[in-house]
């Protein structure tokens, strides 16, 4: 491993701050305001990545959320006598390899869950509804469900429905079938 690049977290100003104009990662409107939101919530974890000279490496979408916020100053790291391709290359990998992993839907589905059930705003998880109803949507996977008995004391199943009478509906007729129900809506 090569040294550390950056060691050091500082605060700078925003004004200082030259984004790299060839930046070939795109950030929607949507996506800064998720950004920003985060920021808002949890504070400003992730530091920006700038060269010497103020040029940004790493953090355009943070950046502009930070700007979007009105904040003045942000927290930085420097890399250090990094070349010119490096610094070319990394804009690229930083973004990429974030992308390159999946998730284990069946954790992500519970963690969700527990999120919902504490009545935590899942919109600052960056997914959006239409995310969530497709992932709890369990009707394209092909599997057989166990006898009723099991499935009453085992699963949580999620019922997506297109609106409140239907999900009335369902969540009488599961009850009157002897499941046990709660309503959540996402």
Partial sequence: MKEWPATEVEMVNLDKVIPYARNSRVHSDEQVAQIASSIQEWGFTVPILMDEGFGLIAGHGRLMAAQRLGLKEIPAMVAKNWTEAQKKAYIIADNKLAMNSTWDEAMLKIEIKELTDLNFDTDLTGFSLDDLASLFDDTEK??????????????EVAVICDGEAQQEKMYNELVEKGYKCRILTM
């Fill in 142 to 155: 092909d599997y057989e469900l166990p006898d009723e008995k099991e499935y009453k004391e085992t699963y």
